[in-house]
């Protein structure tokens, strides 16, 4: 009885153990250590500051209150129905630290200055060079065109 009661509080533990280093060391879409905060701008696309987003390919970075740790990447990828993609620029594969901030490269590639991971700017996808298969994280978006609205949240 006490090799049973040792054998099935040893299994016991080590499957504690497991299940937590194994939750711990990633998330669904980015690194563990990626951080978590509220996504909600609002930008009017009638205003000079994005009306690049009027147009497709044309990135912008948004550095405003409530626009993650680093700020955003965002471009329009279609003109009918109008299509963004809204990306945190937090390497999503990567601690961040001093060079972990993404970068957008000749308006075809998101870059990660530290290891040189590249992703398509047009939908994420990793590019040649990624040394990861995370893309850069995304967030949601809602458009009005009527009043060239454009809503981004998480």
Known sequence: MKKTFSFISIFILLTFSFLNINSCSNR????????????????????????????????????????????????RTLDNPATFKVYDRNAPHLCPDNNTTLEVKDNLYIICPKDNS??????????????????????????????????LYN
């Open 28 to 75: 669904d879409d980015t690194v563990s250590c990626f951080p978590n905060s509220t996504i909600n701008v609002n930008l009017n696309l009638n205003l000079a500051a994005y009306n690049d987003l009027n147009f497709v390919g044309q990135p912008i970075y948004i550095d405003e209150q409530q626009s993650g740790t680093r700020g955003l990447i965002v471009v």
């Open 118 to 151: 590249k992703w398509f700017l047009n939908n994420g996808s990793p590019a040649q060079g990624a040394t990861t298969g995370l893309p850069p994280k995304m967030y949601f978006w809602n458009y009005d065109a009527g009043t060239k609205n454009l809503s």
